[in-house]
């Protein structure tokens, strides 16, 4: 499997991963390298294997419905790189162009 | 004209009720409090922070699922889904994707049933405040995430429903169960209910599901009529134009009475959805839902047919009995207190429920009671109503205090009938030309004449008695 | 000593080592004094609480230290101070641990040489020009250079039992789930685990007591009884000792790691444990496996570096998107934005099937393997790593060749076992080192919840080979 140009700038975008111009040719090299090695899990045949997300054992470890107080405002502001009024400070929100 | 015809599905999110949030301890009573002041790690997605389930969420899922007649599959887990927006502070929100805590259920709406296609459980998002408008963009904008975290359960339907009223009525339906059971205050002005129609528009007898758009920010019954409406009609003026409809999402302008296209993500969003590794898959067993099933009360459908059969009620009065659940018990400890249905119903129906009259059900039983055997009349008995109220006194100590007693006294009301017809000539006049309604301007007068104390049936008698002799 | 002389002395140890070594991107003293300040009174009343009490410690950047930068190794949480502590860090203060500092690691936990730290890179305190591995290099390298007693650090994919072998120290990864995860800042949430450094396998079972256990802040942690001390000295005589097949002709095994391994196996047979040859015939398929799991989960977790709540924030920005694509430009290193693209890749529309959902079944296939392995033996041994210690710069510019380091040690990770590495020998490189030769570790992995197993075999073979840790005089 070879990635395109376009493919690692999708993904980029997906991930909010600002490449520059040129950038494109590099990851698209590199990961179609590692993917290379990957592509050899094909050769396997998983058709009957369940896929295994976690390997815990545990199950409903459920937390009982009990509020406690976390943060304070103070606290939960402290590493923000902009604040005003108590809020967290963004930018005009603007989408992505397709 | 061609005739259209009109689909709809629902997407509808519930803020649950819980003391905790869905993954953290944070306080969910945070309306009203300062920015970020109900926030700890988990649900500010500091680093290292980890989500811990709250189990009251997940039975209230649960519960709902029940009384929406879902399947309940054994094997659940929670998946992240995975975008970038401020409100999201992880930059995913826990959700459930391909094994849902419920499935295929059905909810009752003015005697179809709507078919619900699941019920999941996920995290509510943080919230925004934008110093522009909802049509233009602010420069900055603010970020709180005190709601971040809150338990939220959506539920779909099948697109089953053909009109803006079936989805005004859906979304009333809805909130009736879901407060009966005490699984959200479902309140839409304060957001913990949220319901998203998805709506399109089809020529008649097509099979085909015409392109549908989706509307935001309904925070009203009447507004979620209306914006439906709206669309509708837009939707077959686009298409008679020779137009066609654009798949989006609209807002709904209460001050413009129209729906407008929300600047959408035009970049096609992949959530890249995955089993979330934080938390252990779940697993139902069919005790804990038998369990969860037995603790839920009667609900309100089942109770309105009841209501019909066992006590003879109309449509309309077992309905009015069970818009919420107190009332319908309240009516029922009124009738176990030994007062006949019909009269019961139509107290607490007329009486009791527009007033918000908060007085126990002996004591309204004692009042009908009093009223049903003659004593004093329905005036007499509203009045007593209020002072009971006020007071909070039982109705005989009022009505022997103020020595209430209807006037059914012939003699009395005779001489009050023949100074009424004396001085109601027109009216008289009226009557004997045909008008029979003119009789209730008489009797309105003879209820006047007694200071509203007149036995109404025993004045009927006489005035008819008197009318029709010469 | 009392604590606060044993904290001079480490403070001294650590001014002299480390500016060369490069283990720590910053201490703590003020912390570590009122702590040892606090042991002292406690030893003074007799209330001192265990073997922990008063010994100063290091701590991986990966766990959240309150009030403390915490960055994991990376631009991006510059500045940022967690308004909490880690539960294991947590349990650590209650039993009296003086915290010394922060050590060095790869970006975010992702690196196999500690070169991918957006500070510096950390050096092998037995070589200067060597990397001391990773991702955890700098605690390796502090218990190895005697500028910390032990040191916590996560383990992913090998992160703490390959810089432990390539340091000549003692590292282990306890079963998944074993050890709260909550604070630590995640690379991969179903193959991270946090573990001990140290310079005995006896000390490494003392930490491990300590940080173990239900926390009811992580729902994958286990509530089973903890016990990592009362067998350790039960010896290996009787135990069946499995050697996988396909783990000693791995790609790129250096013929000096393989004969210092194969006398480590020889003195556990002379000890008395019976060597069985096991198979895991999925080896080949583990770093594909886990190269598809680790970057799909941290694309996700590495989200929420948005430049909004904490941490680095480009402050040219116009826009929203701004923020997002130039905040996360500038605070992420290259490895970091490869397997965010790669696991954001693998999970994309139309690509999930072929590469997530493919890696989780070849994960089923790995976990059986070592699970029908140990049904017949009790605990399986290898090298930790192929290869001792490289030079710096040797493998950064071949991504797949860094990786590599990881194949004897991930799949351990995949099926969440516990292991532990302890050293067992040296050996020459290709090159240089003839005299002496650079430490070697010999891995020992047991089933899941059997951390006794895998300690007791390997304080077995401390005893019996009579090989210890030893501390790298750098200063």
């Known amino acids: 499997m070879t990635l395109s140009r376009d493919q690692v700038r999708h993904v980029a975008m997906l991930a909010r991963l600002g490449l520059e111009t040129g950038e494109e040719e590099y990851y698209a090299e590199q990961l179609s390298g590692i993917l290379a090695h990957i592509e050899r899990m094909a050769e396997l045949d998983t058709e009957a294997i369940p896929p295994t997300a976690q390997v815990v054992s545990v199950s409903n470890p459920l937390r009982e419905d009990e509020p406690h107080h976390g943060l304070d405002q103070e606290q939960a502001l402290a590493n923000a790189p902009a604040t005003a009024d108590g809020y967290f400070v963004v930018k005009a929100i603007q989408e992505p162009e397709p | ?470 | ?475």
């Open chain 3, 1 to 475: 000593m009392s604590p606060v002389e044993l904290l001079d002395q480490q403070l001294a140890d650590i001014e002299a080592a480390d500016p060369r070594v490069h283990a720590y991107l910053r201490l703590t003293p003020q912390l570590a004094r009122a702590q040892a300040l606090a042991s002292d009174r406690r030893y003074g009343e007799g209330e001192e609480r265990g073997p922990l009490d008063g010994i100063p410690m290091a701590l991986k950047d990966v766990l959240s230290l309150h009030g403390v930068e915490t960055t994991a190794g990376s631009k991006i949480l510059t500045g940022y101070r967690p308004p909490y502590d880690a539960t294991a860090v947590g349990r650590l203060k209650d039993f009296g641990a003086v915290i010394l500092g922060m050590t060095n690691c790869d970006e975010f936990a992702m690196g196999s040489s500690t070169e991918n730290s957006s500070f510096f890179p950390t050096r092998n305190p037995w070589d200067l020009e060597r990397v001391p591995g990773g991702s955890s290099g700098g605690s390796a390298a502090a218990v190895a250079a005697g500028e910390a007693v032990y040191a916590l650090g996560t383990d992913t994919g090998g992160s703490i039992r390959q810089p432990a072998a390539l340091c000549g120290v003692v590292g282990m990864k306890p079963t998944y789930g074993r050890v709260s995860r909550y604070g630590l800042i995640a690379f991969a949430s179903s193959l991270d685990q946090i573990g001990p450094f140290t310079r005995s396998v006896a000390d490494a079972a003392e930490v491990l007591q300590a940080i173990s256990g239900r926390d009811d802040r992580d729902a994958t942690s286990s509530d089973r009884p903890v016990d990592m001390l009362s067998g350790l000295e039960a010896g290996v005589r009787g135990l069946r000792v499995g050697i996988p097949r396909e783990y000693t002709g791995v790609e790129g095994m250096e013929a000096g790691v393989r004969a210092v391994f194969e006398a480590a196996a020889a003195a556990l047979e002379r000890a008395g444990a019976e060597l069985v040859e096991v198979s895991l015939p999925h080896t080949d398929y583990g770093l594909a496996s886990y190269y598809i799991v680790a970057p799909a989960e941290c694309s996700s977790n590495l989200a929420r570096f948005d430049g909004i709540k904490y941490g680095l924030s480009d402050p040219t920005a116009e826009t929203l998107l701004e923020t997002y694509l130039r905040t996360r430009r500038q605070g992420f290193g290259a490895e970091v934005r490869r397997r965010v693209m790669l696991g954001t890749y693998a999970l994309s529309t139309g690509y999930y099937d072929a590469y997530y959902l493919k890696a989780q079944k070849v994960r089923t296939l790995i976990a059986q393997d070592f699970a029908t392995a140990f049904e017949n033996c009790d605990a399986i041994i290898s090298p930790t790593s192929p290869v001792v210690a490289f030079p710096l710069g040797a493998k950064t510019g071949d991504p797949l060749a860094m990786y590599l380091n990881d194949v004897l040690t991930l799949g351990a990770n995949l099926a969440g076992l516990p292991g532990i590495s302890v050293p067992c020998g040296r050996s020459a490189p290709p090159a240089g080192h003839e005299a002496k030769g650079l430490p070697v570790g010999l891995q020992v992995l047991a089933p899941q919840w059997r951390e006794d197993m895998a300690l007791r075999v390997a304080r077995g073979y401390e005893e019996a080979s009579g090989v210890v840790a030893e501390v790298a005089r750098v200063g």
């Open chain 2, 1 to 470: 004209m061609a005739e259209w015809e009109v689909v709809i599905g629902m997407e509808t999110h519930v803020q649950l009720r819980t003391a905790s949030k869905m993954f953290c301890s944070c306080s969910t009573d945070y309306l009203g409090a300062p920015p970020n002041s109900y926030v700890c790690p988990t649900c500010l997605g500091l680093p290292g922070a980890l989500p811990a389930p709250n189990r009251v969420a997940i039975e209230q899922v649960l519960r709902t699922a029940i009384a929406l007649h879902c399947e309940i599959p054994r094997h659940s887990k929670f998946d992240r889904k995975n975008y970038f927006y401020p409100d999201l502070p992880k930059g995913y929100q826990i959700s459930q994707y391909d094994l849902p805590l419920s499935l295929n259920g059905w909810i009752e709406v003015g005697g179809r049933r709507i078919r619900i296609r699941r019920a999941h459980l996920e995290e509510d998002t943080g919230s925004l405040k934008h110093a522009g408008d909802a049509l233009h963009s602010a420069e900055e904008s603010l970020v709180d995430l005190n709601r971040s975290g809150v338990p939220l359960m959506e539920i779909v339907t099948e697109p089953d429903l053909t009109s803006a009223e079936q989805a005004r009525d859906y979304g009333l339906e809805l909130r009736r169960l879901l407060r009966w059971i005490g699984a959200s205050e479902a309140d839409m002005e304060k957001g913990q209910l949220r319901v998203e129609p998805n709506i399109s528009v089809r020529p008649a007898g097509s099979s085909e599901l015409g392109v549908k758009t989706e509307l935001k920010n309904l925070n009203s019954f009447r507004a979620l009529h209306l914006a439906v409406q709206f669309e509708i009609d837009r939707q077959i003026r686009v298409l008679e134009g020779g137009g066609a409809v654009v798949q989006e999402t609209r807002g709904w302008s209460e001050a413009e009475r129209r729906t407008f296209s929300q600047r959408t993500k035009e970049y096609a969003e992949d959530y890249r959805y995955f089993p979330e590794p934080d938390i252990p898959p779940l697993e139902v067993a069919p005790e804990w839902v038998d369990r969860l099933r037995a603790g839920l009360p009667e609900l309100p459908a089942d109770r309105e047919a009841r209501f019909r059969s066992a006590y003879a009620l109309s449509a309309q009065d077992a309905a009015a009995l069970t818009g919420e659940r107190e009332v319908g018990e309240y009516f029922e400890a009124v009738v176990a207190a030994g007062v006949e249905a019909k009269p019961a119903a139509n107290w607490v129906v007329q009486e009791v429920v527009p007033t918000g009259a908060d007085v126990p059900a002996e004591r309204l039983a004692g009042l009908i009671s009093l009223v049903q055997s003659g004593r004093i009349n329905r005036d007499q008995g509203r009045e007593v109503l209020a002072e009971m109220r006020q007071t909070g006194r039982g109705p005989a100590e009022i009505v022997g205090e103020r020595g209430l007693a209807q006037l059914s006294d012939e003699g009395e009301l005779v001489a009050v009938v023949d100074r009424v017809l004396a001085e109601n000539a027109s009216a008289v006049a009226d009557f004997r030309a045909g008008k029979q309604q003119a009789i209730g301007a008489l009797l309105g007068a003879v209820s006047q004449a007694t200071g509203r104390r007149a036995n109404m049936k025993v004045a009927r008698e006489l005035l008819e008695a008197r009318l029709s002799r010469s």
